[in-house]
């Protein structure tokens, strides 16, 4: 088990409602636990197949130099990139 978190914006309330039966929404739109694995897969598959236009990006501790993994779905300034192994974030211009 390991600590994961799911921020989403703009995500229509039947995938808000799917994420707070796992994890618990400390703000609206923001929710965090400790789940396993195969957990945190079926929560993004869910994420995945809900969230629609919205946007949601989930991390979680690892074991890795960082200390943590994300993944993002949908449109947003930030866009991840891999640098030699360790995950950062890039800025999109403003248009």
């Known amino acids: 088990m390991s600590m994961c978190m799911i921020v989403t914006e703009a ?9 707070a039966v796992w994890l618990l929404e400390v703000r609206a ?6 789940v ?10 869910q994420v995945e197949e809900l969230a629609e236009e919205g946007n ?17 779905k949908g449109a947003n300034r930030r866009e991840p ?3 030699d192994g360790l995950r950062l974030v890039r800025f ?3 248009l």
């Open 92 to 94: 999109k211009p403003v």
């Open 29 to 34: 739109g923001v929710y965090v636990g400790d």
């Open 36 to 45: 396993s694995r195969t957990i945190r897969e079926m929560l993004w598959h």
């Open 56 to 72: 949601v990006v989930m991390a979680w501790a690892t074991n890795t130099e960082s200390g943590f993994d994300f993944v993002t």
């Open 81 to 83: 990139v891999d640098l």
């Open 11 to 19: 995500v229509p309330a039947r995938l808000r409602g799917r994420l």
